[in-house]
């Protein structure tokens, strides 16, 4: 491999490039079918992840992997060379399946390639460096001696625990770690978490935990279904050659071919199956799990059409390895539609229709040439849903800010967050649209410079700041302002405010604070979700403090007496 030199050292630098690392394509039972009399192999794939020094452990600038032998305390491992650029030496898995299951060695490479590329997918994708959200590096506990139930990502420690399971198809404990899709599902969650805290905290409502499961598993399932060569190896496994691959309709797609997310939704949750039909209370599902299932199979539907959209060009289903592409391409897009929407959505209180108009306003300003329809396809399919957006609703949020102040500094814009203060107390149409209390303080939590890519090459350069404002009512002042209540009531809201290049405001999600018809629907969504109901789905995991002992699937919620700032936990 051939590096770059950096003049002022001696030794050779290694920006962007890139080391291949062997990784099971989903997990330990996941085998090809090899030719006639030959045995079959575990199914692997490769994934690229950023050169970088790996120290003893493994430990990255980004990752701390502790990694123990079942009934062992925890040991270091030397992954990477010795000598720069200190790159991770890759290795096979070993194809007996006990071998495997006792390799620590191959499991640290797994977790740490999996966490790296999906690390370095938001980066690259988000054109920023994203950051955890207690700081310093996440701790994966690749073999930890908690239960597959207690595996998870404890988000006030910053910290992943992957426990282990007993299978009938080995005698030896299976490490869940060795799941690449887990893996990718549980460190989704801490880069989300990072970078928007209060969507998961003891104030967030069940929406935003669905948002952040249905994130995490939409990642977990397109990250890995966007490898071409492994989409080739599926379709194989599934018919592929000897199939008439004109026959491949929607249906059969998301049956065979999602079949790893089905992987992951029976891996000890409720969620549902991808090739079942939406269910029509999906919306009002306690489960967060079951809520942002819904939405899993919403944007799967989006890949399958499109997906079918390209196989119908000419030449699309003339061999496998076309549709092989077609379908790789296809994942590798929505799945980034996705993660640039989170750069369009408010700090606070999302929902689905937020969604949906950030998928809308990111990929608008990526590629506003939408020739192949995508933006359409993610429309309908969430009006199938039931999930729409007003007919004139403005992607920007801007059309009404007219006449606006810019007494900032354009060095200062993109770092300080004092200067996005000063532009939102220079504008009083913009404190009025957010519904802002001028007499309590406006807290700016991120202010950041986005660089991304156009398909037509060009740079779209970007400053994103959020903002929010949030205080407790007392009983008496809640009924003041309108809130029928016999108790104190936490009031908060925000915005997700974009400049362009020239520090102009471009775009703006708000999530008025003193909005009285808002605070009123949060509250009674309060109630309901406290409230004793028949009509509450039997299968549904009950709500725990962190560290206690849960069912799998289950998301903590803190106990009242719990402060503010304390955060559930997550599980696959």
């Not at 050292?9 to 079918?33: D, I, K, R, Y």
């Not at 701390?64 to 305390?73: A, Y």
């Not at 890995?224 to 060569?229: C, G, K, L, R």
């Not at 699309?316 to 929407?341: C, F, H, K, N």
């Amino acid at each position: 491999m051939t590096t770059g030199t950096d003049s002022g050292s001696s030794n050779p630098g290694h920006s962007g490039l890139q080391v291949g690392l062997t990784v099971l394509a989903e997990g330990p039972f996941t085998t090809f079918h090899a030719q006639a009399g030959e045995p079959d192999a575990l199914l692997t794939t490769t994934l690229r992840v950023p050169v970088e020094r790996i120290g003893p452990g493994p430990r990255s600038a980004r990752f701390d992997v502790i990694v123990r032998r079942p009934g062992e305390k925890p040991f270091s491992l030397e992954l990477g060379s010795p000598t720069p650029p200190w790159m991770v030496v890759d290795e096979k898995p070993p194809d007996n399946l006990t071998a495997l299951l006792q390799d620590s060695r191959f499991l640290a490479q797994q977790v740490y390639a999996v966490a790296a590329s999906t690390l370095a997918l938001f980066e690259s994708t988000l054109g920023r460096r994203m950051g955890w959200v207690n700081g310093g590096r996440l701790t994966i506990s690749a073999y930890d001696r908690v239960s597959y139930r207690e595996s998870g990502y404890y988000r006030d420690d910053g910290l992943i625990r992957f426990g282990h399971k007993r299978d009938g198809r080995t005698s030896k404990a299976v490490p869940l770690a060795l799941f690449r899709d887990l893996v990718a599902h549980e460190v989704t969650h801490a880069i989300v978490d990072g970078y928007r805290p209060k969507w998961a905290d003891s104030h967030a409502e069940i929406d935003q935990l669905a948002l952040h499961e249905a994130i995490a598993d939409l990642v977990a399932l397109l990250s890995v279904f966007s490898t071409q060569t492994l989409v080739e190896q599926l379709l194989t496994q599934t018919g592929g050659d000897s199939r008439n691959l004109d026959d491949l309709d929607e249906d059969l797609l998301r049956r065979d071919l999602f079949r790893l997310g089905d992987g992951l939704f029976k891996r000890g949750t409720a969620r549902p199956s991808l090739t079942d039909d939406l269910a029509a209370n999906w919306r009002t599902l306690s489960d967060p799990h079951l809520r942002g299932g819904a939405m899993v199979q919403v944007l799967l539907r989006v890949v399958a059409r499109l997906w079918l959209q390209r196989l119908d060009a000419p030449g699309g289903r003339s061999s496998l390895y076309q549709v092989a592409r077609a379908g790789a391409s296809v994942g590798r897009q929505v799945l980034s539609m996705l993660i640039r929407s989170l750069g369009y959505m408010a700090p606070v209180d999302v929902t689905w229709e937020d969604l949906l108009r950030g998928i809308l306003a990111a990929d608008t300003a990526v590629v506003p040439d939408d020739d192949l329809d995508y933006r359409g396809h993610v429309v309908t399919a969430f009006a199938e849903a039931g999930i729409a957006l007003p007919t004139l609703t403005d992607l920007s949020g801007i059309s009404t800010f007219v006449g606006l102040r810019y007494p900032v500094r354009l060095a200062a814009l993109g770092s300080d967050p004092e200067e996005i203060v000063r532009f939102l107390w220079e504008n009083p149409v913009l404190l009025a649209a957010a519904k802002i209390d001028p007499t309590r303080p406006i807290a700016v939590e991120r202010v950041r410079p986005t660089l991304r890519v156009g398909p037509d090459g060009f740079v779209v350069s970007e400053i994103g700041a959020t903002f929010t404002q949030e205080f407790r009512l007392s009983a008496a002042e809640a009924r003041s302002f309108g809130l029928a209540t016999r108790t104190p009531v936490f009031i908060r809201g925000g915005g997700q405010l974009r400049f362009d290049e020239g520090g102009r405001l471009s775009f703006a999600a708000l999530k008025p604070i003193l909005d009285l018809e808002r605070q009123r629907a949060k509250l009674a969504a309060q109630e309901r979700a406290t409230r004793p109901t028949d009509a509450a789905p039997p299968a549904a995991p009950p709500v725990t403090p962190p560290g206690s002992r849960r069912q799998p699937g289950s998301i903590a919620a803190p106990p009242p007496e719990v402060s503010a700032d304390r955060r559930p936990t997550f599980h696959p």
